[in-house]
């Protein structure tokens, strides 16, 4: 057996049983944390609880845009790659729904570096009103930014994809506003965060007492480091490999048919694999840190 025969087995396999367990299993997961922070009154209350809620729905909508149509196209009729229509939509879909993603979950680390910071002026940044306002600014901004996809998105030789100089172009857009800025961001918050952790207390201006952070505080910083570490470790490859693609494709280079399936496979592993493995693989991450967020877990379900 030749070796794009067995990879393209590989990654069928993998689209069949491996995506449509990541899609049962991180649907079931983001609508128990949904659950979860919104079945307390006072879980309104609290911003990082809005920035949760509104993780699990953006990657609920990235998840079942991205992974449905592959996997009925498995033995049904392939709409996404036969249909302009279909593939621009889902594109834009795909796209809008996951930089929303990304950004919420910078504006929940920038929310806990608030929420510990020793002035006043900046905890004030943790108020539920403004995480309402910064996830509709998101959710309109990359709405109106993402338009490019509903033009320029085509179909060549029966697949849907980004073509051309747009392609390239693409590229380094993703580069940029998938790997590096949300990465930079991340971490610069978080090594703030982490340095509280070690240290334990921190000075309240307007009392000017030393007071420890509570449990909560302290689970919610631990799960979002947690969660801006698996973040970078699963996107890092996926604009490297878009840029790598788009310049071998235009530079005109012969490619033999192993060596475009084996881009195609590595492209399969970052883009499809590690990337929907963000979106839902959050609340299993939570669940298995954290014994409050388990206890919360198991109320809801009695609950409901």
Known sequence: MSTTTTLILIQQYMTRYLLSAMLAFGTLGNLLTIVVFSRKKSS?????????????????????????????????????NSSLVLCRIRGYTIHVSSMCFRYTLVLLCIDRYASCHPRAAIRALCR????????????????????????WESIENNRCSIYGLYGEIFSFYSLVFVGIVPSVC???????????????????????EPRRLNKRDVRLMKIVLMEVFFYILCTFLHPMMLIYCGITDNMGLEKSADR?????????????????????ARFYMQFATSKTYRKEVKKSIICY
């Open 44 to 80: 309104h209350k609290r911003s990082c609880s809005i920035y949760s809620i509104a993780l699990s729905s953006f990657g609920l909508v990235a998840s079942w845009w991205a992974i449905v149509p592959v996997i009925n196209a498995l033995d049904h009729f392939d709409m996404v």
């Open 128 to 151: 539920p009103q403004i995480a309402l306002r910064s996830i509709c600014f998101l959710t309109i901004f990359w709405s109106i930014v993402s338009f490019h996809l509903l033009v």
């Open 186 to 208: 991340m971490i610069s918050t978080s090594i703030p965060l982490i340095k509280k952790l070690r240290q334990m207390n921190y000075r309240i201006t307007p009392q000017d």
């Open 260 to 280: 475009k399936q084996i881009e195609s496979f590595i492209n399969f592993i970052t883009m499809s694999v590690l990337l929907h493995l963000i979106y839902n």
